[in-house]
C-alpha cells in the first residue's frame, strides 16, 4: 500500500504533463461562422487528463493522510498492550 500511495501523485503529475504536451500539439478548438469557440476532441481529451491528473493526486494526499492516522493509532494501541502486559 505504501508503494501505492508513493507513486501515485507523480502518476497524476506524469498525467498532467501528457494533457499539457497534448493540449500544446493539437488544435484544441475551432471557431464557427459567428467567431464563436467550440472545443474539438483532442480539447476534450486534453481537459479530461488534465482534471485526471488533479483528481489523482488529491486523493492520494487524502489517502495517504488516512493511513498515517491509522498506523499512529495502531502504533499507540500497541504500545498500550505491551504496557499492560509487562505491567500483569
Not at 8 to 20: F, I, K, N
Not at 31 to 52: C, F, P
Request: proline share 1%; hydrophobic share 40%.
Amino acid at each position: 500500500m505504501k508503494t501505492i500511495l508513493t507513486a501515485l501523485p507523480y502518476a497524476g503529475l506524469l498525467l498532467a504533463t501528457v494533457s499539457t504536451i497534448w493540449g500544446l500539439t493539437h488544435e484544441l478548438y475551432i471557431k464557427d461562422e459567428h467567431n464563436r469557440r467550440h472545443l474539438t476532441r483532442a480539447g476534450r481529451y486534453s481537459i479530461a487528463l488534465a482534471l485526471l491528473g488533479l483528481f489523482i493526486s488529491l486523493n492520494t494526499a487524502v489517502l495517504k493522510t488516512i493511513t498515517d492516522k491509522q498506523n499512529k493509532a495502531n502504533a499507540q494501541t500497541e504500545k498500550g498492550d505491551r504496557a499492560e502486559r509487562c505491567d500483569g
